[in-house]
């Protein structure tokens, strides 16, 4: 498998604007197209976050027509969505109120239901979205999945050595133990099912790990990511490792 090609940055400030600067192009062209609607899968944690206060500035929230939006996760805890560690949460406050979508298109995780119920309730949500339970290769259900990527090489919520890495049936599964608190995450073959798999990775911490990540090093979550379509992983500098080991 090719290595995913990469974009780096000189520091994070630079690479959250050239991400949701990227983010907007690539939304307003698609929407352009004429297409009814399209769906992005959004990581949590912390990286994001200024992308999605960067995406909700009028300069670039302005070009996208936000009825025709819908928004996922690609994972969240199984907290109170006004839970300090909801992604939901840091997502709504970053980037949701500030912009005109209608609330059916924002596709929560439902945790005020038990773990296991939840990702049942999320998958159907999702295959309800896509219009059945079966992905079609070719007609990927999201046109971005932004992901992160923990130091330990996880993504989502699907963690190192985790049994929800073998699920390929379930498009939702709950993940517990792994974390003090239960997830929910989607699977590998729904992360894959995008347009573009976007990989948001910064600090140095994580340079190691993501240059085997990029290698497909199937040890790792993260290395396991494939796309539908193409994947791309933004990088700052301190992530990516000098310019002259451009790998
Ligand atoms: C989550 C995320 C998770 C995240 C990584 C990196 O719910 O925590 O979806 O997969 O992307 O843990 O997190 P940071 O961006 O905070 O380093």
Known sequence: MPLAPRRVYADKQAL???C????TDRLASRLSQGVPRIALALSGGNTPRPVFEALASPVRAGRLDWSRIHVFWGDERCVPHDHPDSNYRMTRTALLDAVP?????VHAVPTDLPPAQAARAYQQRLQAYYGGPHLVPGRPLFDVNLLGMGADGHTASLF???????????????VEGERPEPRVSLTLPVLASAATVVFLVTGEEKREVALRAR??????PAGRVWAEGDMMWMMDRAAAGAADEEK
Request: a negative charge; hydrophobic letters at 50%; glycine letters at 4%.
């Open 16 to 18: 959250v604007i050239a």
């Open 20 to 23: 949701a600067d990227w983010l």
């Open 101 to 105: 979508i209608p609330a059916a298109n």
């Open 160 to 174: 190192p050595g985790s049994a929800a890495l073998e699920e390929t049936h379930d498009w939702a599964v709950a």
């Open 215 to 220: 290698h497909h090093d199937r040890s790792l």
